[in-house]
């Protein structure tokens, strides 16, 4: 198990908060609060994301990281995989949400394999 810290550590794990926090609170700025499987998706995985970075925050791991890309990849196809692909708004908030929490895992996990200094 691989750990790292540090301040673009911590900017990476802020910008996951952002995101979480973003998408919880998405339903009610994007109007879809009425589209029950898109919101409870949107406040469940929201503050998953938010939680993992505030874990995170405290001290990162690399399966950390992993937790993001599963949860990327799920924010990103769940319009389809619940059906709400339909709902514009909510359907779009979930998919770019979904690949920026998929890019930053992503920049993190080539970091942490590829970069030593950062182990």
């Known amino acids: ?3 790292f810290a540090g301040d673009r550590d911590r900017a990476f794990n802020i ?16 109007g ?3 589209a029950s ?3 409870w998706n ?13 874990v995170a925050a405290l001290r990162a791991y690399d399966w950390k990281e992993w937790l993001d890309v599963i949860a990327g990849l799920w924010i990103t196809m769940s319009p ?7 709902v514009a ?7 770019i ?11 993190e996990l080539q970091r942490l394999y590829h970069n030593p200094e950062v182990r």
Not at 80 to 86: I, Q, T
């Open 1 to 3: 198990m691989k750990t």
């Open 15 to 30: 910008g996951m908060a952002v995101l979480g926090v973003f998408l919880f609170v998405s339903p009610w700025l994007f």
């Open 42 to 54: 949107a406040w469940i995985f929201g503050a998953i994301a938010a939680v993992i970075a505030a």
């Open 89 to 95: 708004g909510a359907a779009w908030v979930h998919v």
């Open 37 to 39: 499987a898109a919101a």
């Open 80 to 86: 389809w995989f619940l059906g709400f692909s339909g």
């Open 32 to 34: 879809f609060r009425g």
């Open 97 to 107: 949400v979904g690949l920026g929490i998929l890019a930053l895992a992503a920049i």
